[in-house]
């Protein structure tokens, strides 16, 4: 009976896909996760959906899979396909990627993380990374090999600086040259340890130390932007601190929820810093 419902399901979908496309589109984004979960369960009914399974882009255009590594490969990153999980949360690098002509499909559901996961499995060579996995090459300026080893003890200087204001020795920095000068600070998060993190949260393993699956956070810093530049000529004034702690507090808010006692603090920094202005 099951591999009978299976077949009828897939037949009406195939049939849908060739007959009218604008309808299953319309449709695509209610019956994603039931299509994405019958893949995952029925293998001979993922095989019959494996070429009408379709993404939604960032601007709201549905694509296939090789539409998607077509793209990819136009765009510098063959074979690796972004994607964002949450739209509002990570706003900053969906602009960020815009600017930069590149693209993202949005995966939003649950059912998505195993879902790619089998993807990449299915393909070779195929990877998944989430919009904010890593600094994509194309949004770095070149520098230029004269310029790398400055580059080199800014970092220096700076991871100190903010590991010092931050009270954290474990912190991890990274100093970028990025195209987007408005942006000062953002936070980078490898997919596999973000991936083991989410099948933590799944499985209620709150007990466990992330670190022990690959790092934590890494905070990347544009020297490009004037607070940044600020930071590495001046890390001795008496504003270096909350200068520090606020951009990493705005960079956690484009990455994550900041939990009660950081918004908090969050939130009366940012008076002090208002009031500072008065004077």
């Not at 709201?60 to 074979?79: F, Q, R, S, V």
């Not at 790619?116 to 904010?132: G, P, T, V």
């Not at 991936?195 to 790092?215: E, I, L």
């Not at 705005?250 to 900041?258: E, G, I, N, W, Y």
Request: with cysteine; aromatic share 8%; hydrophobic share 35%.
């Amino acid at each position: 009976i099951s591999d009978y419902i299976t077949k009828k399901v897939a037949d009406k979908l195939t049939g849908m896909c060739k007959t009218d496309r604008e309808t299953y589109e319309k449709y695509w984004d209610d019956i994603a996760p039931f299509i994405k979960f019958g893949c995952l369960k029925d293998q001979k009914f993922a095989e019959k959906m494996d070429d009408y399974i379709i993404y939604k882009n960032l601007d709201g255009k549905y694509l296939t899979l090789k539409d998607c590594m077509d793209k990819a490969k136009e765009e510098g990153h063959e074979n690796q396909i972004y994607y964002v999980t949450n739209e509002k949360e990570q706003s900053q690098y969906i602009n960020m990627f815009k600017a930069n002509g590149q693209d993202a499909i949005i995966m939003s559901h649950s059912i998505d993380n195993p879902f790619i996961s089998q993807e990449e499995q299915k393909h070779e060579n195929l990877k998944f990374l989430r919009i904010d996995a890593d600094v994509n090459d194309t949004l770095r300026e070149e520098v230029k090999e004269e310029d790398k080893e400055a580059l080199k003890k800014q970092e220096e200087t700076l991871t100190e600086t903010f590991k010092k204001a931050l009270g954290d020795d474990k912190l991890q920095v990274k100093v970028e040259k990025l195209k987007d000068a408005e942006i000062s600070s953002m936070i980078t998060l490898s997919e596999e340890t973000r991936r083991m993190q989410d099948m933590m949260k799944m499985y209620n393993m709150y007990g466990m130390d992330p670190g022990m699956f690959g790092g934590q956070e890494t905070l990347v810093l544009n020297v490009s932007h004037p607070l940044v530049k600020y930071l590495a000529e001046n890390q001795e004034s008496e504003h270096a601190a909350v200068i520090c702690q606020q951009l990493y507090d705005l960079a956690m808010l484009s990455h994550k929820q900041l939990s009660p006692d950081e918004m908090t603090k969050f939130v009366q920094r940012s008076n002090e810093i208002l009031l500072m202005l008065t004077k």
